[in-house]
């Protein structure tokens, strides 16, 4: 069964933080995505990797940072935290030549 | 400008009736379309996906694809309460042939079905 998991499901940072959020599949996928999603924005594109140590940037890289040093694991990192990084934040992967995306549970961050 | 654009809802329909959603895209090229439930506090699931070449239907659920009018489509017949949800209509517009997987999001509709 395909398994996307994240770190934690919720998380609560003070500004200025440097925050670290894992996600990890098990499903041998190539591509993987960092997304947030915020009421009445939808879901927005922060970073993707296609393979492991290639990143690209998505819409809204500015103030996230990412690491892909394995293939199952991609972690988003928040260099320093503020309160408008307050948000869902969703992890996805998809095999290679394939767009279906498996979306892993979330994380609710709070920056105070 | 790359865009996928749903009417945010909300929409409310009776239970047993035909619910109806919309999305709208902005690459000509695109090749492949993709619809996702989310419940509140939860993540995005895929319920279906279609390619450029033809619609499809599984259950209850109709994909349609009008390529002229960069239309798709999401019927959902005989609707239950548990169908109450946002609806996210994803598209692939990337390069043609690109293997990177980019989808692009609507904002989503709000589903209501009503007992």
């Known amino acids: 069964d395909v398994k996307v998991t994240q770190s934690s499901r919720y998380l609560v940072k003070r500004t200025g933080e440097k925050v670290f959020l894992e996600c990890v599949q098990d499903?041998?996928?190539?591509?993987m995505f960092w997304y947030r999603q915020d009421p009445g924005l939808g879901l927005r594109l922060i970073y993707f990797?296609?393979?492991?140590?290639?990143?690209e940037k998505g819409d809204i890289p500015e103030g996230y940072s990412v690491s892909r040093e394995k293939k199952e694991r991609f972690s988003l990192i928040l260099e320093s935290a503020s309160t408008n990084q307050t948000s869902m934040y969703l992890c996805a992967s998809s095999e290679g030549t394939s767009h279906e995306q498996f979306f892993g549970p979330g994380t609710r961050l709070t920056v105070l | 400008q790359k865009e996928v654009e749903q009417n945010s809802g909300p929409l409310s329909v009776p239970e047993g009736a035909i619910a109806s959603l919309n999305c709208t895209y902005s690459d000509r090229g695109s090749q492949s379309f993709f619809w996702y439930r989310q419940y509140s506090g939860k993540s995005p699931e895929l319920i279906m996906f279609?390619?450029?070449?033809g619609d499809k239907e599984d259950g209850r659920f109709t994909a349609q694809l009008n390529k002229a009018s960069q239309y798709v489509s999401l019927l959902i017949r005989d609707s239950q309460p548990s169908d109450s949800a946002t609806y996210l209509c994803a598209v692939n517009m990337g390069e043609r042939g690109s293997t990177l997987g980019r989808l692009y999001f609507g904002r989503g509709t709000q589903l209501t079905v009503w007992p």
């Open positions: 499903m041998d996928h190539e591509n």
């Open positions: 990797s296609y393979d492991v140590k290639m990143k």
């Open positions: 279609i390619y450029s070449n």
